[in-house]
């Protein structure tokens, strides 16, 4: 079980909204942010405000047009709302937790020595502050939520995530594998990066559901 994030900061102010849930923060004129926020929060663990925070995500992407990554994210979140909060817990526990071949850790999958991690983290958290962010949280920075959050926040951080889309594909196709809807988030993310011409998504069966009308 994750604890909460604590605050990162960017140019603008605080942007650790994820943590301590979204309010106005989500509802950024930026339809990339608004995308990213909502993925972070979608991705991170389900904690005692997530119910809160769900419906500011419904009332975000309410606002925003409708278009393929909008309909992932309120396809996914009909499944989630459905959830008890027990069964939300569960659920992403044994996805992203019990599950060692599916994780939330974008550069964990590259062949590197510990050394080589270590210094590639480091180096993550330095491109971080090179762009105006102040990350003051426990999690690794290459924790997808956290990127996400980021990148919502910093726009010049969208590059350190568009450089991660590798990753990205690898864990939307696990997850579809799986059958989890959790694909749709990650596919949604690949839509809004190709969007902005950093990224192009690769549909999965799970991913494709979500652009039915």
Not at 20 to 39: M, Y
Not at 68 to 91: I, N, Q, V, Y
Not at 115 to 121: I, M, P, V, W
């Amino acid at each position: 079980m994750k604890a909460p994030r604590q605050a990162a900061e960017g140019p603008a102010g605080d942007v650790g909204a994820a943590a301590r849930g979204l309010g106005a923060t989500i509802l950024a004129p930026d339809t990339t942010a608004v995308i990213l926020q909502a993925a972070s929060l979608l991705l991170d663990y389900p904690g005692q405000s997530c119910d809160e925070d769900l419906a500011v995500v419904q009332a975000a992407l309410a606002e925003l047009a409708h278009d393929s990554a909008r309909r992932r994210l309120e396809r996914f979140l009909e499944w989630w709302l459905d959830l008890s909060a027990a069964e939300r817990e569960r659920t992403y526990v044994a996805t992203f937790d019990l599950d060692r071949d599916v994780s939330l850790y974008l550069t964990e999958g590259k062949p590197r020595t510990s050394r080589e991690r270590g210094a590639a983290l480091l180096e993550l958290r330095q491109a971080y502050r090179r762009e105006g962010a102040v990350v003051a949280c426990d999690e690794l920075p290459d924790y997808a939520p956290l990127m996400l959050e980021v990148a919502a926040h910093v726009p010049p951080c969208r590059v350190l995530l568009a450089a991660e889309r590798p990753a990205l594909r690898d864990l939307a196709a696990k997850l579809d594998e799986r059958r989890s809807p959790f694909a749709l988030v990650v596919t949604a993310v690949l839509v809004v990066l190709k969007e902005a011409g950093d990224a192009r998504p690769e549909p999965s069966a799970a991913s494709r559901a979500g652009d039915r009308t």
